[in-house]
């Protein structure tokens, strides 16, 4: 396990706030490559009924038949397996067979709602989960920008096609061959 730098830190803090797409699968890698696991969660995530609000009223003194008047429309429960990547604890949902229940897990901590993060905008989340991809997965990266320039126009497209091909070969992300051997 090799060391994280301060600002490697911050960036998986600040692109986990708002995760973009993508970033999940990276954190799931990132978390078991650098971060120890801690244990489990338990969070508990009750689901407010549609059809009266969660107030239980349907109509005016009517109950609601959908959540037989209790607001709650469904609950559901999610195990969230523990990190701890330097002192910060982070979570992932784990699905297993058999439950943990079944198993005798027992949960550190029990989380009642979603967790909640600090109010992070999508373009410096995405910028951090860039600027990861490109320090620890070189390749995700450029599949990444290769996926974001597909959408643009073509005259965008060929503009960035030539970019992205000096940065490969910068990076070298496509060897042509090992260096210890020799074609003929």
Request: with cysteine; hydrophobic share 35%.
């Amino acid at each position: 396990m090799s060391e994280l730098t301060a600002k490697e830190l911050v960036w998986f803090r600040l692109a986990n706030a708002n995760a973009t797409f993508g970033f999940y699968s990276f954190k799931k890698r990132f978390l078991a490559r650098y971060a120890k696991r801690d244990g489990w969660d338990l969070q508990t995530i009750e689901k407010e009924c549609r059809n009266c609000d969660g107030s239980g009223e349907y109509r005016k003194g009517e109950p609601c038949r959908s959540c037989d008047a209790t607001g709650i429309y469904r609950t559901d429960e999610h195990w969230l397996q523990r990190w701890d990547l330097c002192g910060s604890i982070y979570h992932v949902p784990e699905f297993c067979s058999p439950p943990h229940w079944q198993r005798g897990d027992s949960p550190k901590r029990e989380i009642t709602g979603r967790i909640q993060h600090e109010p992070v905008s999508a373009t410096v989340a995405r910028r951090a989960y860039w600027r990861l991809l490109l320090r620890f997965e070189p390749m995700n990266f450029y599949w990444e920008i290769i996926g974001v320039i597909k959408g643009r126009t073509n005259q965008f497209k060929a503009k960035w096609a030539f970019r992205l091909i000096r940065l490969r070969n910068k990076l070298d992300l496509f060897p042509a061959m090992p260096e210890d051997e020799v074609p003929f």
